[in-house]
């Protein structure tokens, strides 16, 4: 996911970049019990992202913040 051309170009951290992921998913997560979504479908763009974002869902399904997750390749979805 491109997020803007500041997080693109700039040499920022891995922890500035997690938690600009995490901030990003839960913001989606907000905005799914609004507009009553099924499912986020979330491409990822790197092994990182692969990575955290695949630990950050396995987390928020054991705090059962969501019911599930399900991954395609590069692609993940988030059942909220």
Not at 34 to 39: G, I
């Given at each position: 996911m491109t997020l803007s051309p500041y997080y693109d170009f700039e040499d920022l951290s891995e922890d500035a970049y997690a938690d600009t992921l995490t901030d990003f998913i839960l913001a989606l997560l907000d905005v799914s019990k609004?507009?009553?979504?099924?499912?986020l479908k979330i491409h990822l763009r790197s092994p990182l992202e692969a990575r955290f974002l695949g630990q950050l869902a396995s987390v928020l399904e054991k705090a059962k913040v969501?019911?599930?997750?399900?991954?395609s390749g590069m692609w993940l979805d988030i059942n909220p």
């Open positions: 609004t507009k009553a979504a099924d499912t969501i019911r599930g997750t399900k991954r």
